[in-house]
């Protein structure tokens, strides 16, 4: 059996319901996970929660809950969250899973055989939002900057990672090649810290409770943090998989890079394990300007998102906002915006009016013709940005997990038609009676709307589906669908049907 293509985002902290900043890593890994799908691939896309430690232990007792019994109500939440914005993950794993906590009390043990475990005394500057010890050079004002709290000093005996003792391993499997860190940039970034040393990292705490048991010490519990990494490890004995080792790309945002990049790849050397072939950092986004936080109050939850512009839309507003990899801005008008000026004034217009044409012109049939449809300047022209090179571009941005420049071919594109209509003027031409040029113009742009079709599915399945249902395209050819096939696909004198609404006119 081929090796699967493994997509997996970070498993979220269950201490609160899931915000739009989880929602664009969940958005992301499902795009890449629909296209490889689209194109055939076995692929295995995971996401999922992460329950133990103490930030939810803290959020645990606040709610007036015991832990498993809160965790096991925001999990709902997020599962429901996935659904709303059309995700399709192949597993949720919960690292209160029992398969999954045996698995990483397996591989603890491992680590201690190895020799890998030593015990010491710490003391440190405990974050429990990051869930982690900073160093003072990292506060501002005494401060986590992340989380706008004084971090916890603590001391504790635990059980230390020999991290230190792969600091040339990892630099040697960088240059190397053996795993990405991708972009360049937090690549350089990571690169620099690493020059400064590495330390031994805590992998175990006395003071919570709530966790894995550490072995053969039940006064510690397993840091939360080798828990959760586990999890990329564990979901192959959870939920059955053979072939997804070793993970094609882990896709997170900058904040735990460090954990992704130097921490997980550490601990598989340990264990003699094969290493991730990339690790994606994508940038954090403020709301408004502003740092996302409840003390702020701007907070975006997805799903009211959703309810007011659709799954499809948030999804591709989401991510045509701002360079794949960078920081950016984000807002609800910026929505808004994207959803009137390239969703419905854009997409959603042009499909309604090829529909509206060829209803009007053609009694609703493709039209037929007697020229080669290669030679349509929709499809092969220098001078344009025709739906081949919407499709090359949009390859090249999977490739490069370049996400925005996905959904600028997709923009790109519709406005080359929209100018084609514009210069062609099918309505003149029927006034003219030219018939056969009429139909070479309706036919390359329902040409193109098939292949709008295929091209969005990624980003806006529901969206691509509608389409397909008016243009006739056979559905399940869309879940498995296959550039050659789709250009067969479109027959002259075929009934096309009005499309619903793709992008509805906003309720003010
Ligand atoms: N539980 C750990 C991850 C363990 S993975 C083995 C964790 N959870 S988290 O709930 O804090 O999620 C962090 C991730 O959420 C980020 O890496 C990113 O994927 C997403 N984001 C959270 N806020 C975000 C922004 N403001 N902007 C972009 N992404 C954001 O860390």
């Known amino acids: 059996m081929d090796k699967k293509i493994y997509i997996t985002t970070p498993i979220y902290y269950v201490n609160d319901i899931p915000h739009i900043g989880h929602a664009y890593t969940t958005i992301a890994a499902d795009v890449l996970a629909r296209y490889y799908k689209s194109q055939n691939k076995d692929v295995f896309f995971l996401t999922g929660t992460d329950e133990h430690g103490a930030k939810i232990a803290e959020a645990a007792e606040e709610a007036g809950k015991k832990p498993k019994e809160f965790v096991d109500s925001l999990v709902p939440r997020f599962e429901k969250s996935w659904e709303n914005l059309n995700i399709k993950y192949d597993a949720f794993i919960r690292t209160t899973d029992t398969k999954h906590e045996e698995v990483v009390k397996e591989l603890v043990e491992k680590l201690k055989e190895k020799g890998f475990v030593e015990k010491r005394s710490y003391e440190g500057l405990y974050c429990v939002g990051c869930e982690r010890y900073l160093k003072e050079d990292e506060l501002v004002d005494g401060k986590c900057p992340d989380h706008d709290k004084e971090p916890i000093k603590q001391s504790e005996e635990n059980y230390f990672f020999l991290l230190s003792k792969f600091e040339d391993k990892l630099k040697k499997a960088i240059d190397a090649g053996d795993y990405e860190i991708a972009p360049k940039s937090r690549k350089n970034e990571v690169l620099g810290k690493l020059e400064q040393g590495l330390e ?41 998989q053979e072939n997804i080792w070793p993970p094609t790309i882990h896709l997170m945002a900058k904040d735990i890079l460090w954990f992704h990049a130097i921490v997980w790849p550490a601990l598989l050397m340990a264990l003699d394990m094969e290493l991730p072939k990339k690790v994606f950092a994508h940038g954090f986004f403020t709301i408004d300007g502003k740092k996302m936080s409840k003390s702020v109050g701007n907070v975006l939850d997805p799903n009211l998102m959703v309810e007011k512009y659709g799954a499809d839309a948030v999804r591709y507003a989401l991510l045509r906002e701002f360079p794949f990899g960078e920081d950016g801005d984000i807002s609800e008008e910026k929505i808004a915006q994207r959803y ?58 999977i490739e490069n997990v370049e996400l925005h420049q996905y959904c600028q071919a997709i923009n790109q594109f519709i406005t080359t038609a929209d100018k084609y209509i514009d210069e062609t003027k099918p309505w003149a031409l029927a006034k003219d009676d030219k018939k056969d040029e009429l139909a070479w113009v309706l036919y390359g742009l329902c040409d193109s709307i098939h292949q709008l079709a295929w091209l969005v599915y990624p980003v806006m399945p529901d969206v691509s589906k509608k389409i397909a249902k008016a243009f006739k395209i056979d559905d399940l050819l869309l879940e498995k669908l296959d550039i050659k096939k789709s250009y067969q696909n479109i027959k002259s004198k075929t009934k096309i049907e009005k499309p619903e609404p793709l992008f509805p006119r906003l309720d003010k």
């Open 200 to 240: 031994d990292v805590s992998i175990s705490r006395a003071a919570v409770e709530w966790g894995i048991p550490f072995p053969d010490d039940p006064e510690q519990t397993i840091y939360v943090w080798i828990d959760a990494l586990i999890n990329y490890y564990s979901a192959q004995k959870i939920f059955d």
């Open 340 to 397: 009137n000026s390239e969703l419905a004034s854009g997409l959603g217009n042009l499909v309604s009016r090829v529909a509206t044409m060829v209803e009007k012109y053609f009694l609703s049939q493709i039209p037929e013709i007697d020229k080669d449809p290669e030679t349509h300047p929709l499809r092969t022209d220098s001078e344009r940005f025709t739906w081949k090179d919407a499709y090359k571009q949009a390859d090249e941005a």
